[in-house]
Nanobody
Framework: VQLQASGGGLVQPRGSLRLSCVVS????????IGWFRQAPGREREGVSC???????YYKDSVKGRFTISRDNAKNTVYLQMNNLKPEDTAVYYC?????????????????WGKGTLVTVSS
């Protein structure tokens, strides 16, 4: 089982990036996938989550700017990030997750990809 995140890079404030998470070794259709990030000196935090039944969830600070989507045929989950801010700078990870529907939160489970670095700076 592997998850491979890519698409990070250096972008100016208000710019855009699209991250991709390609999964292998399991069928994406049946799994919830989440994006997390960790900035230097800070704890890892959940950014967005795509449930197997098509639901989407977002951290409050990225709502309206980030969009998560999936293409099960390509075994890929995307995170479109628009209007990026310096505080979005972090290493971004994708992972299989469990969802707490009551709280609208999610947490990583067994499988994590290596991160991709997003730097937002002028």
């Amino acid at each position: 089982v592997q998850l491979q995140a890519s698409g990070g890079g250096l972008v100016q404030p208000r710019g855009s990036l699209r991250l991709s998470c390609v999964v292998s070794g399991f069928t994406l259709d049946y799994y919830h996938i989440g994006w997390f990030r960790q900035a230097p000196g800070r704890e890892r935090e959940g950014v967005s989550c795509s449930s197997s039944d098509g639901g989407t969830y977002y951290k409050d600070s990225v709502k309206g700017r980030f969009t998560i989507s999936r293409d099960n045929a390509k075994n890929t989950v995307y995170l479109q990030m628009n209007n990026l801010k310096p505080e979005d700078t972090a290493v971004y990870y994708c992972a299989t997750v469990e969802i707490d529907y009551g709280l609208g939160s999610w947490y990583g489970t067994d499988y994590w990809g290596k991160g991709t670095l997003v730097t937002v700076s002028s």
